[in-house]
């Protein structure tokens, strides 16, 4: 059970809007602490998409987008494309692990 | 360019231990945290450990504080990770990964992974 809740799959066909949300709780993104986010396409390393709640690292498209709100984030994908098809994770820091470093469970999003 | 090569996976039965290496290249090793990563077969993420520039302080996950060790050689540019008392649910693949910075934060740079498997 992953300190950070995702669901387990999000799907949309071509061009379509798709969000991913991220849960957690007092301890972690609810107590302000930053989340970010990676995208790990099939058979690679994951990759840093969205550091810091909302920045994008240089080429990653500005189709993808981060937003958080009270003990919740989310990740936007505008205008879906095909090889977007791939897992994506948050990530955070939480005061109460004694590691400090915690995942969401991960997020599987198809593209129809 | 910034490169990390991890080593030392193998198959070990229940109760072995293995040492992993990481050698990094292309940034200043001693300056980041650095840290262990375990995707096993199918599933998500897990941070496993990581470990301050100066190799002074360490952070485990609950599931390996007791067990596993991280350390850095700075001078060989090298990260480790000993791990003791193996069990079935250690086997994945495991990540050396950069952070972005000196404090615990996020990470900019992943190894392709070491293999663990964990089996009599």
């Known amino acids: 059970q992953s300190v950070l809740t995702q669901p387990p799959s999000v799907s949309g066909a071509p061009g379509q809007r798709v969000t991913i949300s991220c849960t957690g709780s007092?301890?972690?993104?609810?107590?302000?602490?930053?989340v970010h986010w990676y995208q790990q396409l099939p058979g690679t390393v994951p990759k840093l998409l969205i550091y810091?709640?909302?920045n994008r690292p240089s080429g990653v498209p500005d189709r993808f987008s981060g937003s958080k709100s009270g003990t919740s984030a989310s990740l936007a994908i505008t205008g879906l494309q095909a090889e977007d098809e791939a897992d994506y994770y948050c990530?955070?820091?939480?005061?109460?692990?004694?590691?400090?470093?915690?995942f969401g469970g991960g997020t599987k999003v198809t593209v129809l | 360019e910034v490169q990390l090569l991890e080593s030392g996976g193998d198959l070990v039965q229940p109760g072995g231990s293995l040492r992993l290496s990481c050698a990094a290249s292309?940034?200043?090793?001693?300056?980041?945290?650095m840290h262990w990563v375990r995707q096993a077969p199918r599933k998500g993420l897990e941070w496993v450990s990581a470990?301050?520039?100066?190799?002074?302080?360490?952070y485990y996950a609950d599931s390996v504080k007791g067990r596993f060790t991280i350390s850095r050689d700075n001078s060989k540019s090298t990260l480790y990770l000993q791990m003791n008392s193996l069990r079935a649910e250690d086997t994945a693949v495991y990540h050396c990964?950069?952070?972005?910075?000196?404090?615990?934060?996020?990470?900019?740079?992943w190894g392709k992974g070491t293999t663990v498997t964990v089996s009599s």
């Open positions: 990530q955070s820091y939480d005061s109460s692990m004694s590691g400090h470093v915690v």
């Open positions: 990964v950069k952070d972005v910075g000196t404090n615990v934060y996020y990470m900019d740079v």
């Open positions: 470990i301050s520039g100066s190799g002074g302080r360490t």
């Open positions: 292309g940034f200043t090793f001693s300056t980041y945290v």
């Open positions: 007092s301890s972690n993104i609810g107590a302000g602490y930053d």
């Open positions: 810091g709640d909302t």
